[in-house]
């Protein structure tokens, strides 16, 4: 069992930065796929980010790419999404998640774990 809770959200302008945390409890948090997904109002959840178990693989989601960056420190069962250049259509809810499997994946199906959430407002 990983119980997850996000922190760093926030209000921000366009072009600011933000940096999401988000901590795991459980002894196996460096035998999980870590992922991020965002939701916005009315919308599907949506991939964001994903970084393999040991950090060295990563996945992004087309629009943010070049953006935003994932990674992970599992001795302190952290995994982080540092966001760059932020524009108003990143504003959503973001979800830290985990996966037991060792692939990378993009669809929030296959995750089996998830954070409460943490709101990202990016004005214009």
């Known amino acids: 069992q990983v119980q997850l809770v996000e922190s760093g959200g926030g209000l921000v302008q366009a072009g600011g930065s933000l940096r999401l945390s988000c901590a795991a409890s459980?002894?196996?948090?460096?035998?999980?796929?870590m992922g991020w997904f965002r939701q916005a109002p009315g919308k599907e959840r949506e991939f964001v980010a994903a970084?393999?178990?040991?950090?060295?693989?990563?996945d992004y989601a087309d629009s943010v790419k070049g953006r935003f960056t994932i990674s992970r420190d599992n001795a302190k069962n952290t995994v982080y999404l540092q966001m760059n250049s932020l524009k108003p259509e990143d504003t959503a809810v973001y979800y830290c998640?985990?996966?037991?499997?060792?692939?990378?994946?993009?669809?929030?199906?296959?995750?089996?774990?998830w954070g409460q959430g943490t709101q990202v407002t990016v004005s214009s």
């Open positions: 970084i393999s178990w040991g950090g060295s693989g990563t």
């Open positions: 998640a985990a996966d037991r499997r060792f692939s990378l994946d993009t669809t929030a199906s296959r995750y089996d774990y």
């Open positions: 459980g002894r196996t948090f460096s035998r999980h796929v």
